[in-house]
């Protein structure tokens, strides 16, 4: 399939998307939890020099962050509450 044929397939509402989106990046930091926690002992008591003394857990949590918040996994979202979406008028409509 074409990218344009995708993206009409895939496509939300805004308010949806948002939605998505939100919950999303809820889950992330639910999974990337100890990485935000090693991230927050480093930074703690620190201002300035949290920039290169914290670096390594920042990337570590960031690299953590972007397995559960990229384009891929919105794209998947989408399908799913598409999917369901389906389910649920293919019910109505044979009720």
Known sequence: MGYI????QNH?????EEALRSKMKQK???ECDHYTAKYAECALGRTLSVVWR?????????D????????????????????KQGEGFTRIQTA
Request: hydrophobic share 35%; net charge positive.
């Open 5 to 8: 044929q995708d993206a009409r």
């Open 12 to 16: 939300v509402k805004k308010k949806v």
């Open 28 to 30: 992330a930091l639910k």
């Open 54 to 62: 914290c670096r390594q857990q920042a990337q570590e949590l960031n």
């Open 64 to 83: 953590c962050l972007h397995q559960f918040t990229n384009d891929s996994v919105l794209e998947e979202m989408k399908k799913e509450y598409m999917l």
